[in-house]
């Protein structure tokens, strides 16, 4: 399995993990690189010195979502260095000088899950 798709895989698993770990708002650094997606709800979130992740629950259909993100983050100068189907699901990365942002979108019975992370 290619390094990158490892590096996705796990931080999507910790995302859906990271509930223990919830903060009660967006973090802020990942507020400044990545917007909320519109009408998402928070679901957890964590910030800490290595960077900041957070799980996002919508009603959008998944296509929504990598278009809002994809449009967002090259919009702010992130090259888009993956996106990795698995089966329904989709993983994207992308990169900026030391930075990555990696986001997993899933479909789920309700909408679309977004798990989001920053690394510095």
């Given amino acids: ?7 996705l895989l796990l931080s999507a698993l910790m995302l ?3 509930n223990c770990f919830a903060a009660t708002a967006y973090p802020s650094d990942l507020a400044r690189e990545v917007p909320l997606f519109p009408q998402a709800q928070l679901d957890s979130a964590s910030q800490d010195a290595q960077g900041a992740n957070a799980v996002l629950n919508t009603t959008s259909p998944l ?8 449009e967002k983050l090259t919009g ?7 996106d990795i189907a698995m089966g329904a ?8 000088g030391k930075s990555s942002i990696s986001i997993s979108i899933v479909p789920t019975s309700a909408g679309t899950t977004i798990a989001l992370t920053l690394n510095r």
């Fill in 16 to 18: 859906f993990t990271a």
């Fill in 1 to 7: 399995m290619p390094c990158h798709l490892r590096t």
């Fill in 89 to 96: 699901a989709r993983a994207l990365e992308f990169k900026r």
């Fill in 76 to 82: 702010k100068g992130w090259k888009q260095t993956a």
């Fill in 63 to 70: 296509e929504q979502a990598i278009r809002f993100y994809s």
